[in-house]
């Protein structure tokens, strides 16, 4: 169906950091499935794990149990502050596994008959119902009334409002039973969390036990340069999903959670597909080689490089990038309001051989694999100031 405004662009072959059109074209990928191929394309180590697993057994059902997804519960755990993980197949049905564990927090510890949900404009949780109605953008919901009710909205990074908006639901009593929140703001712009703001969301909600839930989907998996995004924040959450980067390219998404949060009990929730031995298999070895590589400083070192050439790049060029704003490899370029927009750009960048993706009208976003090399920033680089010229 017509779901996306597609480029006349067919992708038939990618290696590393490169993928070939049909017409045998190589563009330098800097979208990555938007942030999904952690490893890059046709990465050697994961194909041989996948073929192997395909060797061995792809999907039981959840009835039994499954060795891998035990295995990637506790690689998951072992490197966060959750104590349990919920297995399905993507960022929005990870967030609606959040919603459904918010609602029922919200009914067991607060003892609420029609729990809130506290969410930020501008946010990005996903397009199925709950998880779009949690998106605090209009533009989304548009056509699809009525949206499912239990949701409130603030302005990101707004303490204040934060705080009126939570005073106001919480009037008359016990009303809100979670906070959800991106670490990092994704689609909304590649807007960076404001520590201060997390810390007094996270004082407010430990005060009223309320659960306060991060959206990793995006920057989780080491795209931050730290396993997570809410590292670099310095604010744990209570529970927080995962998916994009999690597979390396195979659909996998995860909800974690402390044991204090722990809420669902057998018959809550289930997905057929979720956490069957094929894709666990995948994040299993993305985690493994991210270590074995020593993929976060890596993240944090190609972070340092890229910022300072975007930096240099705006420098050359007054008054079309305003500002150059991120974390780690989810980087975006805010564009001149005077000057051409982000699609624009990013229709210029493809005929030069770049692929890029805007975050808004104004933003182009950067999200490569995280085997990016410093020669691969330096091309990245030059072919952006090509399609910069071309377009101005
Ligand atoms: C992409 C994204 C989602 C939705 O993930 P899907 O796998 O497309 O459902 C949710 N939250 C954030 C922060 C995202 O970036």
Redesign the pocket.
């Known amino acids: 169906m017509g779901t996306y405004g597609r480029y006349p662009l067919a992708l038939v072959r990618g290696k590393g950091v490169w993928v070939i059109d049909s017409d045998g074209r190589r563009y330098l990928d800097a979208v990555a499935g938007?942030?999904v191929c952690t490893l890059g394309h046709s990465d050697p180590v994961l194909r041989r794990a996948l073929c192997r697993q395909l060797g061995k057994l792809q999907h039981v059902s959840n009835l039994y149990r499954i060795p891998e997804q035990e295995a990637l519960a506790q690689a998951i755990c072992q490197r966060s502050g959750a104590d349990a993980v919920f297995f399905c197949n993507?960022?929005?049905?990870a967030?609606e596994a959040a919603i459904k564990l918010a609602r029922k927090h919200g009914h067991t510890v607060r003892s609420i008959d029609r729990p809130l949900i506290l969410t930020a404009q501008a946010s990005?949780?996903?397009?199925?119902l709950a998880?779009v109605t949690a998106t605090g953008q209009p533009k989304y919901h548009q056509g699809f009334e009525p949206m499912v009710e239990g949701f409130r909205y603030f302005p990101y990074n707004d303490t204040a409002a934060f705080e009126a908006l939570l005073a106001e639901c919480e009037a008359e009593g016990p009303r809100v039973a979670a906070v959800l929140l991106?670490p990092i703001q994704?689609?909304g712009g590649v807007i960076p969390g404001d520590p201060a703001f997390f810390r007094r969301v996270r004082e407010l909600c430990d005060h009223h036990q309320i659960l306060l839930i991060f959206?990793?989907?995006?920057?989780g998996v080491g795209r931050s340069g730290q396993w997570w995004g809410h590292q670099r924040l310095g604010v744990e959450p209570d529970a927080f999903?995962m998916?994009?980067g999690l597979g390396g390219g195979i659909p996998i998404?995860a909800l974690a959670v402390k044991s204090a949060v722990d809420h669902f009990r057998p018959g809550d929730h289930a997905s057929t597909f979720g956490g069957n031995p094929f894709v666990c298999r995948a994040a299993l070895t993305v985690i493994a080689e991210i270590e074995r590589r020593r993929l976060l400083p890596h993240v944090q070192a190609m972070e340092r490089l890229l910022v300072d050439q975007l930096l240099e790049l705006a420098g050359r060029h007054p008054g079309r990038i305003e500002e150059v704003r991120g974390w780690g490899l989810l980087q975006g370029v805010v564009l001149s309001e005077a000057g051409p927009s982000a699609a624009e750009v990013v229709k210029a960048a493809m005929a030069e051989g770049l692929l890029l993706v805007p975050a808004g009208p104004r933003v182009v976003r950067l999200v490569p694999p995280l085997v990016i090399r410093p020669r691969h920033l330096r091309k990245l680089i030059k072919r952006l100031e090509k399609a910069l010229i071309s377009v101005c």
């Open positions: 938007i942030a993507s960022g929005a049905e967030n990005f949780h996903g397009r199925t998880a991106e994704g689609e959206d990793e989907v995006q920057i999903t998916a994009k998404g």
